[in-house]
């Protein structure tokens, strides 16, 4: 899609919703919480994106594109992620979600005293307790794997003859000074898996077909050298015109994911709040002129 007619549709879509990012909106149930919240900042980016996309001086396209494609990959996570919570169970999920709020202060906790910063001592003790509570949810099960695999190897190593006890030993020293209390940590995702792994999940479940997710993955790719120090961006910016088309199309690439994305969310939106007829109707309309330019787009 070029990038004016999706900046048209973006457009649209952020004043057909800007009533359901402002609020106030009834909750109906716990995700309606998450979906809310979701929304709001996505809103936000998408509004963000779209004012870089129509700033026209051309020594600044070139940078507004990048941190469009940037800006998309965050959005896109969000959307998976909320789709995942829709197929394992939204209220169990949400739940879930916003008790793993007390691990992240635990973790970040953990960091700060691990690089000495000041720890005010009541709120040290009021995110332990709360981390306390709901600890046993998020343990990491991939510790026990890892330590599964150093006891397969040190029997199959030991049937071969290739260690004594003494060496026997030492392997398990040595294991629990790499991997201290592995039994005891807890994930660093609420969910236990990382995006690539939901849209698996996703895909098998037929909840996304297999096209979609070759588009997903391209999208994300793309955000993620975006995101990280990449050396395939970095030699773009060495071996490129810095105001050619690049900047362009960058821009209406991710435009296009991030307004489909939000358009999805914005119909989540509509399943869980009484919102007007007239806003739905609206909504579906964005999302039917999304899906014809794709498909025209494919021929």
């Not at 009541?122 to 600890?135: L, T």
Request: charge should be negative; proline fraction near 2%.
């Amino acid at each position: 899609m070029n990038k004016d007619r999706i900046t048209l549709l973006t457009r649209k879509l952020l004043a057909t919703t800007r009533q359901l990012a402002l609020g106030p909106n009834t909750y109906k149930s716990l995700f309606a919480r998450v979906i809310e919240g979701t929304f709001r900042r996505d809103y936000l980016t998408l509004y963000t994106m779209l004012f870089l996309a129509e700033h026209n001086d051309p020594e600044a396209r070139r940078a507004f594109g990048t941190d469009c494609v940037d800006l998309s990959r965050r959005v896109l996570e969000d959307l998976i992620s909320l789709e995942y919570m829709l197929f394992k169970g939204k209220e169990q999920s949400a739940k879930k979600f916003f008790d793993y709020q007390a691990v992240e202060a635990k973790h970040d906790l953990d960091f700060l005293e691990a690089a000495g910063a000041p720890i005010d001592q009541e709120f040290k003790a009021k995110v332990e307790k709360n981390y306390s509570k709901v600890k046993r949810k998020f343990l990491d099960s991939s510790g026990k794997a890892r330590k599964r695999a150093w006891e397969e190897l040190t029997e199959f190593l030991r049937s071969q003859d290739k260690i004594d006890q003494q060496t026997e030993h030492e392997i398990e020293e040595e294991y629990h000074r790499r991997y201290p209390n592995v039994n005891d940590q807890t994930r660093r995702a609420w969910a236990g898996l990382d995006t690539e792994a939901m849209v698996e999940e996703l895909v098998s479940a037929g909840v996304i077909s297999a096209e979609e997710k070759r588009t997903l993955h391209m999208t994300y790719i793309l955000g993620n050298r975006k995101n990280h120090f990449s050396p395939t961006d970095i030699a773009g910016f060495l071996f490129s015109d810095p105001n050619n088309e690049i900047s362009d199309t960058d821009i209406a690439l991710s435009l296009t994911a991030t307004t489909t994305s939000v358009t999805r969310m914005a119909k989540i939106f509509a399943d869980e709040f009484d919102i007007p007829e007239s806003t739905k109707q609206a909504i579906d309309e964005i999302w039917q002129a999304l899906f014809t330019a794709h498909l025209s787009e494919e021929e």
